[in-house]
């Protein structure tokens, strides 16, 4: 089970953190992403991370302000969203991918998860 936390409304150029914790199951056996869906939108990808940690994918939307990283001690995984816009306000979803490609790398694609938690809503005003 996952389950993500940290959003919240803040104003434009401003920062939050988003975290997902993992329940009953480790996590280094996944590699990891968050998506996020806006109102009339698909859900689109914005971050991977592969299962060690050692590489990552963004998408260009927000690439240079956004950071994934994750802790598999801990069972956690976070995003750091930095310089916010009004474009990037979303539902944001974490979730895990079982499927191994190496333990560098990674999906981007929503239908290569098969755990997702539930969404953690991020406004940004303007």
């Known amino acids: 089970q996952l389950q993500a936390f940290g959003g919240g409304l803040v104003q434009a150029g401003g920062s939050l953190r988003l975290s997902c914790v993992a329940s009953?199951?480790?996590?280094?056996?996944?590699?990891l992403g968050w998506f996020r869906q806006s109102p009339g939108k698909e859900r689109e990808f914005v971050a991977a991370?592969?299962?060690?940690?050692?590489?990552?994918d963004y998408a260009d939307s927000v690439k240079g302000r956004f950071i994934i990283s994750r802790d598999n001690g801990e069972n956690t995984m976070s995003l750091q969203m930095n310089n916010l816009k009004p474009e990037d306000t979303a539902v944001y979803y974490c979730?895990?991918?079982?499927?191994?490609?190496?333990?560098?790398?990674?999906?981007?694609?929503?239908?290569?998860?098969?755990?997702w938690g539930r969404g953690t809503l991020v406004t940004v005003s303007s």
């Open positions: 979730a895990a991918d079982s499927t191994y490609y190496g333990s560098f790398d990674y999906s981007t694609a929503v239908r290569d998860y098969d755990y």
């Open positions: 009953g199951r480790s996590i280094m056996a996944y590699s």
């Open positions: 991370i592969s299962r060690t940690g050692d590489s990552a």
